[in-house]
């Protein structure tokens, strides 16, 4: 059998230290939580193929962890363990996606048939994952698209940091997709296990901002009827995200300064410290740099925050990246509206190239909207973006590589699609004239459009 | 529990290696329960001799497992026997073997044919579950002694860090049924034995 990873959750300590020592026999790496917590947290620090959960613990039970497992990676084998009086609780544990139940005490063979079944079965799972990963990009994260040389860039720089704890600076203009750059880091890191809480800095006044990152005691102010938690606490194992860094008022930059240096803090009105363990990932628009010049921004804090920086490029300075971007918000939209847009025509396709974007992909999603909207499917026209000015002269299909493209397509349409007639027409190869087909995306069309 | 005192060397095999008894390390067998009628135990521990090069030596202090015994399944918690024969062993013993007649089991298991310490001192095995009479047919101590065997040899193999072999007729090669032991061999598999010996282990 091959070797695996399994971790065991058990608040009973004979079942942990048995089974451990059964797996690591078999070859297999093996840990062991007695609670939901260890065990979220184990999971954190490396990835498990299988986990055998006990179905009845004290604090979250057994069915929540599945849960919790489970929404964070489908691909985990969950095998319940269970008390022969508590099988019916199992049974709701498998209609929850667990793999198998055991009862208590397990025959040898069954458990070593069992682990057998759940490998060969997880690897074809995790086969099916790459296929559809290819496809979809980060696993449960909105996908980035981009194959310009400076998306490339960032691409590098998420997966370089994410292997690290180290705070994480995102700059870029509005509109650019910095709190995608932040999920992915996230989800990319040893911390996916856990949350990632956004908190838009900007878009609260200062008073509230502090009680939903800090939470209030019951009590604390006037209305404030129950205790709060807190965005700090809720992020605790996982990452914060703290957009708009830069519009945080100066005392505010004083409390979180504490907080990120000590990793403990009070709720508002409270006195008891709490401990907290989050990596944080900080975004702005703005030149941090010349605010902390200007005296409007701490210059401890910037420091702080400013241990890895990593800049998203405007959309302007990645526009071969437009059609790619603009056909994956004609699918992802045409699915929300229910609308049969499948297509861009050139024209309006170059339309989108040559407009400056100052909104960046956040303009570029709105604009698709816009013209999905009043246009008539399946294809979107340059009539249906009438607000993007252009801002050069275009005369569509005067480039060099439009002249080739329309004049193989006139040629192999005269010939019937001939291909032989038509390279000799051409005095070209075959193979050229199959590369240039290929290219253009020539295709023999009957009504020869 | 009494401390262990008596310690008799076993059989004196004739061969070479023998010339260094004294420099061989001790594999101390420790008989739980055994029937006093039990005559393959002699057998049992010239083989392990050959095969690990140790000199074995049967522990004649008496051995007292119950505080093993789990009551309510009639069996004994092997992994509460291997700390109590750990603490009963002497120090200058590299290894140490429980040889039992009684059912063992390890808390989330119905039963195991032995146990021991991965990468450790000490392992049990039992001819409980090993007697072709437990399931129904002739009585054949041949077979009995010979998967005796293979589980010791086995148990003692995990005590080198050996983990379960894919090698069907290899030693080390998992067996949770009867059958499947007598499917394999006693003997390592030359991966296995390369891995036994190769790591100085010197314990
Ligand atoms: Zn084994
Ligand atoms: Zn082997």
Redesign the pocket.
């Known amino acids: 059998m091959e070797s695996v990873s399994i971790l065991i959750v058990d608040d009973e300590f004979s079942v942990r230290d048995s089974l451990t020592h059964w797996f690591k026999?078999?070859g297999h790496a093996v840990d062991a939580a007695e609670n939901a917590t260890q065990a979220l947290h184990l999971l954190q620090e490396r990835p498990h193929d299988i986990v055998f959960l006990d179905i009845k613990m004290p604090g979250m039970d057994g069915m929540e962890l599945q849960e919790r497992i489970h929404a964070i990676d489908p691909g985990i084998v969950i095998i319940v363990l269970t008390a022969f009086a508590s099988v019916d609780t199992a049974v709701r544990a498998m209609k929850q996606g667990a793999f198998d139940y055991v009862t208590k005490p397990v025959d040898p063979d069954e458990l070593s048939h069992l682990v057998e079944r759940a490998t060969r079965q997880q690897h074809l799972e995790r086969e099916n994952a790459r296929l559809r990963e290819t496809i979809d990009g980060l696993g449960g994260v909105e996908l980035i698209v981009g194959t310009s040389p400076g998306m490339q860039r960032v691409f590098e720089l998420i997966q370089m940091v994410a292997r690290t704890d180290a705070t994480v600076l995102i700059r870029g203009e509005s509109g650019t997709g910095k709190e995608l750059v932040a999920r992915s880091i996230h989800a990319s890191s040893t911390r996916r296990y856990f949350p990632i809480v956004p908190v838009n800095c900007g878009a609260l006044p200062e008073t509230l901002l502090e009680s939903e990152l800090f939470g209030h005691e019951k009590g604390a102010f006037t209305g404030a009827q129950f205790r709060r938690k807190g965005k700090l606490e809720m992020a605790d194992g996982g990452t914060l995200f703290l957009d708009e860094i830069g519009t945080i008022s100066l005392k505010m930059q004083v409390d979180l300064l504490r907080v990120l240096e000590t990793k403990e803090f009070c709720r508002l009105g409270g006195s008891r410290p709490i401990k907290v363990d989050f990596r944080v990932v900080c975004a702005t628009n703005e030149d941090l740099q010349v605010r902390v010049k200007e005296g409007t921004f701490r210059e401890d804090l910037f420091y702080r925050i400013n241990v890895f920086t990593l800049d998203v490029p405007p959309l302007r300075e990645r526009s071969s990246d437009i059609p790619a971007l603009a056909m994956h918000f004609v699918t992802k939209l045409a699915q929300q509206m229910d609308k049969r847009v499948t297509e861009i025509s050139p024209a309006a396709m170059e339309k989108l190239r040559n407009h400056h974007w100052p909104g960046n992909v956040r303009e570029l999603a709105n604009a698709i909207e816009r013209a999905m909207v009043v246009g008539k499917p399946p294809r979107i026209q340059p009539q249906d973006l009438p607000f993007l000015a252009p801002l050069v002269s275009d005369l569509p299909g005067q480039a060099l590589a439009d002249v080739e493209r329309n004049h193989i397509a006139a040629v192999l349409n005269q010939t019937g699609w001939n291909i032989k007639a038509a390279a000799r027409v051409l005095e070209i190869d075959r193979a050229t004239l199959y590369n240039k087909i290929a290219k253009y995306h020539l295709r023999e069309t009957r009504n020869g459009s | 529990m009494k401390p262990a005192t008596a310690h008799e060397p076993l059989s004196h095999a004739p061969g070479a290696r023998r010339a260094f008894g004294a420099h061989r390390a001790v594999l101390a067998v420790v008989p739980l329960l055994l029937p006093e009628s039990e005559i393959r135990l002699p057998g049992l521990c010239q083989k392990l001799e050959e095969l690990f090069g140790m000199t074995t030596r049967v522990h004649a202090g008496g051995f007292d497992p119950s505080s093993a015994l789990d009551p309510s399944r009639g069996q004994y918690n092997s992994r509460a026997l291997l700390e109590m024969l750990l603490h009963e062993a002497r120090p200058e013993a590299a290894r140490v073997l429980g040889v039992g007649g009684i059912d063992l089991f390890v808390p989330v298991l119905s039963y195991v044919f032995?146990e021991?310490e991965l990468d450790g001192r000490v392992a049990v095995v039992s001819t409980h579950r090993l007697e072709p009479e437990r399931y129904g047919l002739p009585p054949d101590p041949q077979l009995s002694a010979a998967r005796l065997l293979k589980e010791a040899t086995?148990?003692l193999?995990?005590t080198f860090g050996l983990?379960?072999c894919r090698e069907p007729d290899c030693v080390?090669h998992?067996?949770t049924y009867v059958e499947e032991i007598d499917l394999k061999l006693a003997r390592f598999c030359p991966r296995c034995d390369f891995r036994r010996r190769a790591p100085a282990k010197g314990r």
């Open positions: 026999k078999d | 032995g021991a086995h148990e193999g995990h983990v379960h080390m998992s067996s």
